[in-house]
């Protein structure tokens, strides 16, 4: 099929735009009349596919260069979806365009493929509705974008990261935790698919570069009041974030809890210390920061003994009986926890007893660790549907994780299955694993 032009002019970015603009608050049946269009279970992409054929006239196909190319703009939608908190969120990354391992090892990121491809993006977002055909989806915004100039400092870094990694020959090693932006996606038919790469004999899967979800849901979001960005000085703009981030912890390393909290006038409360990491980002107390959501960052603080074991195991939110006993793992709550980054705010005890101020590491659990952590969940899971959710998984069972109490007191409790309700439980990580993994990041 050739290429046929709709109600605007192709080589006129502001042309585009307006009929574009068309399309917000419209579904694609609406605005095109058509009444069939694949199965999205079947072929991946079928609202995007439909956009750039039946409403702009363009022939779908993997373009090198710019789908409006002059107009210089590229061509994106991006669905949303409604979490369980009502909020809308992006319902998966963003990609960019397919990663060349033979080539990309002689780009610089200011010049490189990924930077021509994103330069000038049309943004169509539409919230997706499972039950919903693709033609009904109903188009939230369509927006020339690109990345932000703030960015750009953490995407290189990210950029970087991966480049050296197929620079070194170790393509096969690339994972999407390497990243906190910008990452290396696996873009292939399936998982067995291999592809060449230019300094090893071992072939790597095949990845395309794509923005993280949560950088999206952030994108989304920017003009919402709720996020607040952490300002940057003149000299800081080429830093990226955990730099940006030590350079704003270090005038306070060696402080402790209290004395804290009486600079930056602090109130003692259950959250102190999380009041006190946002008053040093200079962040208000009821906003959340931009970079963190951007990231998908959790921060968290954690008091070590002088030992350098943790004070306490860390907690994630109590879990759903029912919901355990219906989920695997690989859709749990529990694995998209671990697969989070998370920031660690140490605090290490003194001599005298007291906790200072004393690093801040970036963690995300390595993906070697998960199936550990899977196994605890299953015993969980198991215990569940035995009707003996009451029995918990012991930290001496599993190197990783365990099970425990999380309610107020043992009258918090919760229905399951195939039992009496039992107190609320949650997934903890182990005192020892979190020290072995704290000394291993400090270690790089």
């Not at 607040?228 to 703009?237: L, M, P, T, V, W």
């Not at 005890?349 to 605890?376: H, K, N, S, T």
């Not at 309700?421 to 990580?429: E, G, M, Q, R, Y």
Request: hydrophobic content about 35%; overall charge negative; glycine content about 6%.
């Amino acid at each position: 099929m050739d290429e046929i032009w709709h109600d605007y002019d192709p080589s006129d970015a502001d042309s585009i735009l307006e009929y574009a603009g068309r399309l917000t608050g419209k579904t694609l049946r609406e605005v095109t009349g058509l009444e069939v269009i694949d199965d999205p279970h079947k072929r991946r992409g079928a609202f995007g596919n439909a956009l750039e054929e039946y409403y702009f006239g363009l022939t779908p196909n993997s373009r090198s260069t710019a789908d409006f190319d002059g107009a210089g703009l590229e061509l994106k939608s991006t669905p949303l979806k409604v979490n369980k908190s009502g909020e809308l969120s992006a319902k998966e990354r963003l990609v960019i365009t397919q990663i060349n391992y033979m080539t990309v090892v002689d780009e610089d990121f200011e010049h490189s493929h990924l930077m021509e491809k994103a330069k000038s993006i049309l943004l169509v977002t539409y919230l997706y509705e499972p039950d919903k055909s693709p033609l009904d989806y109903v188009i939230k915004s369509a927006v020339r974008w690109g990345f932000p100039e703030k960015d750009l400092p953490q995407i290189k870094q990210d950029w970087e990261t991966v480049v050296n990694k197929v620079r070194s020959g170790h393509a096969e090693e690339i994972s999407g935790g390497d990243t906190l932006y910008l990452e290396a996606c696996t873009k292939a038919k399936d998982s067995s698919v291999r592809t060449p790469q230019p300094y090893s004999e071992v072939q790597a899967k095949p990845r395309a570069w794509a923005l993280k979800a949560s950088y999206m849901t952030a994108v989304q979001r920017r003009i919402i009041d709720d996020l607040q960005s952490i300002s940057r000085d003149a000299d800081e703009k080429s830093l990226g974030l955990l730099e940006l981030l030590r350079k704003r912890f270090a005038p306070f390393f060696g402080m402790t809890e209290g004395e804290l909290a009486a600079h930056f006038d602090v109130s003692r409360s259950k959250n102190r210390c999380a009041r006190i990491t946002k008053r040093i980002l200079g962040i208000a107390e009821d906003s959340e920061v931009e970079e963190f959501a951007k990231a998908g960052i959790t921060p968290k603080t954690l008091r070590l003994k002088r030992s350098g074991r943790p004070k306490e195991a860390l907690s994630f939110p109590a879990f759903n009986y029912y919901d355990l006993a219906a989920r695997g793992f690989e859709e749990s709550d529990f694995r998209n926890y671990l697969t989070q980054k998370y920031l660690f705010v140490l605090y290490r005890e003194d001599e005298a007893g007291e906790y200072r101020l004393r690093d801040i590491v970036f963690w995300q659990m390595p993906e070697e660790d998960l199936a550990e952590a899977g196994r605890c969940y299953d015993q969980m899971r198991d215990n569940v549907r035995k009707g003996r959710a009451d029995i918990s998984v012991r930290s001496s069972e599993n190197r990783c994780c365990h099970v425990r109490p999380h309610g107020r007191d043992s009258r918090d409790t919760a229905p399951q299955p195939y039992g009496i309700p039992v107190v609320k439980k949650c997934f903890w990580l182990n005192q020892a694993y979190l020290q072995e993994e704290i000394d291993r990041v400090l270690r790089n």
